[in-house]
């Protein structure tokens, strides 16, 4: 491989790999993750099935009490854990709806570090 090819196959995994980490999708299966800011929400099933969703909150360089909120815009929703969270850790916690959704429900989810909102993900699940 000459080297300006390596150059450019670098330049694409790197931009690839920072753009699915901090970009959100508008619309998607089940499966997949999700970055606003400092709070990615990850689900781990298929079509419209939530059985679990993962949300993580990236800390700053100062210990803060970190939590979250997750809902559906048909009406479920769950808060996870609070806790305090040491300096640059990341916070991860579950939430469990374990059921279908219709095909255009919105999942979010909100972190809050030290109190403040850091981030809102939403993704529109689809068949």
Request: proline letters at 4%.
């Amino acid at each position: 491989m000459t080297s300006l090819r390596k150059i450019v196959t670098v330049v694409a995994t790197v931009a690839a790999a920072f753009g699915g980490v901090f970009t959100a999708a508008p619309s998607a299966v089940a499966e997949g993750k999700w970055c606003n800011h400092a709070v990615c929400i990850e689900t781990y099933d298929t079509g419209t099935y939530l059985g679990r969703v993962e949300v993580s909150v990236i800390n700053s360089n100062q210990p803060h009490r970190i939590s979250a909120r997750v809902w559906t815009t048909n009406g479920w929703s769950a808060n996870t854990k609070v806790e305090d969270v040491a300096k640059f850790r990341t916070y991860r916690d579950q939430a469990y709806p374990q059921r279908h959704f219709p095909a255009g429900t919105r999942l979010c989810a909100e972190g809050f570090r030290g109190g403040e909102s850091v981030g809102l993900p939403c993704v529109t699940l689809t068949d």
